[in-house]
């Protein structure tokens, strides 16, 4: 199985993201799909979540309302568009694949995000 993240990189501060995720080496339609973060210094923390379906999404607070995720079946593919992005944004954003519980079975390597003027 292999999750492989791109699309992170330096934004202004307001400016907008799309991390995506590609998965290979699992049947993707049947994972529940996320987002998560690790600031430095700070545990990683869920920001997002898919059903496997696509018809359920979560966020946490301190992003809802300034992004959405998104799947792709016939990409394989999970995003993430971030807006209106904030300093405290900035973190390594990996995407995790879950088959059960929303606890990821398996993780990509991670894409930084730095929000920075």
């Known amino acids: 199985v292999q999750l492989v993240e791109a699309g992170g990189g330096l934004v202004q501060p307001g400016g907008s993201l799309r991390p995506s995720c590609a998965a290979s080496g699992l049947t993707f339609t049947n994972y529940i799909m996320s987002w998560n973060r690790q600031a430095p210094g700070k545990e990683r923390e869920l920001v997002a979540g898919?059903?496997?379906?696509?018809?359920?999404?979560n966020y946490a607070s301190s992003i809802k309302g300034r992004s959405t995720i998104s799947r792709d079946e016939a990409k394989n593919s999970v995003y993430l568009q971030m807006n209106s992005l904030k300093p405290e944004d900035t973190a390594v954003y990996y995407c995790?694949?879950?088959?059960?519980?929303?606890?990821?079975?398996?993780w990509g390597q991670g894409t930084q995000v730095t929000v920075s003027s």
């Open positions: 898919i059903s496997s379906g696509g018809d359920i999404t």
């Open positions: 995790g694949a879950s088959l059960w519980n929303g606890v990821p079975d398996y």
